[in-house]
Structures are given as structure tokens and as C-alpha cells.
């Protein structure tokens, strides 16, 4: 019987609002829906980082993938609405950032470090000494073993 409780009381703590599910939303036609798919998929959440907006929970998610939907619904293209966006919270909230002047070393600098690292690798192959026979005499090791 009290295991019984203590498992009532366990359920108690629960919160359901974590159990929420992502809405469906109507469109139009089938392009529609397909873009909104696509850009929810595309663009990150502001608060998790880690997430798309299409999977995120958070309350700045939700009224984001809403003004997704507004967007597609007034015949905005997917590049209009990636820009309203990017101007409103800034490169980081799409997962593949365009490439401009403050990207560069975001897009480059991976090539740049790889092609040292290649570099040295080379330069120390190439100068690598070859072995050296040594010049001790191993007659006088020879005779003390005798």
C-alpha cells in the first residue's frame, strides 16, 4: 500500500505541459505545406540553439513557425521569408548561413587549417633524415660477451 501511494504522489510531480505535441497546420495546397515543412526544418530556435523550430517546444518556436505559416500564407517566397528572419534575429537562426563578410571564417577557415595541416605533414615527411647507421664498434660488444 505505501508504494503504492509513493507511485501516486511520483505521478503527481509530472508536469504534462512537456508532453505537448507540434500542431498541424492547413494550408492551401500541397507546395504550401511542403514549404512550410522545409523552412521550420531550416531555421534554428532562437532559445534551444540545438533544435529546428519544427522541433522545438519553446514558446518563441511556436510564434515563430506561426509567423512561417503567416509569411507563406500572404505568397512570401522561402528566400523573403528566410531573410524577415535572418534580419530579425541575425545569421545564427538558419542552420546553413549565407556567405558574406562576417561568415567568411565560419565558411573558410575548416579548408584554411586543413590545408596546414596537410602542408606540415608534408614538410616533415620530406625532411625527414634518413636512418644512419651507427658508428660504434660491435667487436669490443662482441668480445665481452665471449
Do not use: H
Not at 19 to 38: C, D, G, R
Not at 84 to 102: A, E, I, L, Q, S
Request: proline share 4%; aromatic share 12%.
Amino acid at each position: 500500500m505505501r508504494y503504492f501511494i509513493q507511485f501516486l504522489l511520483l505521478l503527481e510531480l509530472i508536469n504534462p505541459a512537456y508532453a505537448e505535441s507540434i500542431e498541424a497546420k492547413s494550408f492551401v495546397n500541397s507546395q504550401q505545406q511542403q514549404l512550410y515543412q522545409t523552412l521550420i526544418n531550416e531555421i534554428r530556435c532562437p532559445v534551444c540553439q540545438g533544435q529546428s523550430i519544427g522541433s522545438s517546444n519553446a514558446g518563441l518556436a511556436k510564434d515563430l513557425r506561426e509567423k512561417v505559416r503567416e509569411l507563406i500564407l500572404k505568397q512570401n517566397t522561402d528566400d523573403s521569408i528566410r531573410k524577415f528572419m535572418t534580419d530579425r534575429y541575425g545569421d545564427f537562426v538558419v542552420f546553413k548561413p549565407p556567405v558574406n563578410k562576417n561568415t567568411y571564417l565560419l565558411w573558410f577557415a575548416p579548408f584554411v587549417f586543413l590545408a596546414l595541416g596537410l602542408f606540415f605533414l608534408v614538410r616533415s615527411l620530406s625532411t625527414k633524415k634518413p636512418n644512419v647507421k651507427s658508428t660504434v664498434d660491435t667487436t669490443k660488444a662482441k668480445d665481452l660477451l665471449k
